[in-house]
T-cell receptor, first 110, second 112 residues
Framework: KNEVEQSPQNLTAQEGEFITINCSYS?????LHWLQQHPGGGIVSLFM???GKKKHGRLIATINIQEKHSSLHITASHPRDSAVYIC????????????FGAGTRLTVKP | DGGITQSPKYLFRKEGQNVTLSCEQN?????MYWYRQDPGQGLRLIYY???????QKGDIAEGYSVSREKKESFPLTVTSAQKNPTAFYLC???????????FGPGTRLLVL
């Protein structure tokens, strides 16, 4: 079983819809990251969370440490949000390591 | 501009051939990483280096080798021992102890 599970694997939405992507993990962590991978393959970091909630523009990330769960929300989705969103955690058992989810492919249609 | 670069963007390997993927960063980061990405799977760590002239194996190091002779550079060699090399390879870097890694644009390796 993967240490990081994401759902859904694929998500198609209409422009303007509210999007939620979920991430569950099974190990103790020092931090959780949400990453965005565009069709060309490059990856950018969106958020790093260790507790609570963070907001950047139309993106909101939350984490519940007790439940080992995080969500990434996109409000007023736009076709340019189409990308693969990846959840990654840094386990407390190895501070040099990151464990990655398989990603959620989001397509936003105009 | 500061950043992390990888070359080439696409690389073709013949059977039995070793190929080397380049990764360079001018962010003055101490730590560098190589990941492999396969369809439907999360990124998996191949090797990482926290300091010049030192590197550690990740989860899937077999069939790969690295060197870290300079702080800016962390090349990855895919050897003939790697029987399934077709994948997307991503290099990343970070400051020591930092949580956030910065990723390069990736190299797609294909077998002829």
């Amino acid at each position: 079983k993967n240490e990081v599970e994401q759902s859904p694997q694929n998500l198609t939405a209409q422009e303007g819809e509210f999007i939620t992507i979920n991430c569950s993990y099974s190990v103790g962590i020092s931090a959780l990251h949400w990453l965005q991978q565009h069709p060309g393959g490059g990856i950018v970091s969106l958020f790093m969370l260790s507790s609570g909630k963070k907001k950047h523009g139309r993106l909101i990330a939350t984490i519940n440490i007790q439940e080992k769960h995080s969500s990434l929300h996109i409000t007023a989705s736009h076709p340019r949000d189409s990308a693969v969103y990846i959840c990654a955690v840094r386990p407390v058992y190895n501070n040099n390591d990151m464990r990655f989810g398989a990603g959620t492919r989001l397509t936003v249609k105009p | 501009d500061g950043g992390i670069t990888q070359s080439p963007k696409y690389l073709f390997r013949k059977e039995g051939q070793n190929v080397t993927l380049s990764c360079e960063q001018n962010l003055n980061h101490d730590a560098m990483y190589w990941y492999r990405q396969d369809p439907g799977q999360g990124l998996r760590l191949i090797y990482y280096s926290q300091i010049v002239n030192d590197f550690q194996k990740g989860d899937i190091a077999e069939g790969y080798s690295v060197s870290r002779e300079k702080k800016e550079s962390f090349p990855l060699t895919v050897t003939s021992a790697q029987k399934n090399p077709t994948a997307f390879y991503l290099c990343a870097s970070s400051t020591q102890g930092a949580e956030t890694q910065y990723f390069g644009p990736g190299t797609r390796l294909l077998v002829l």
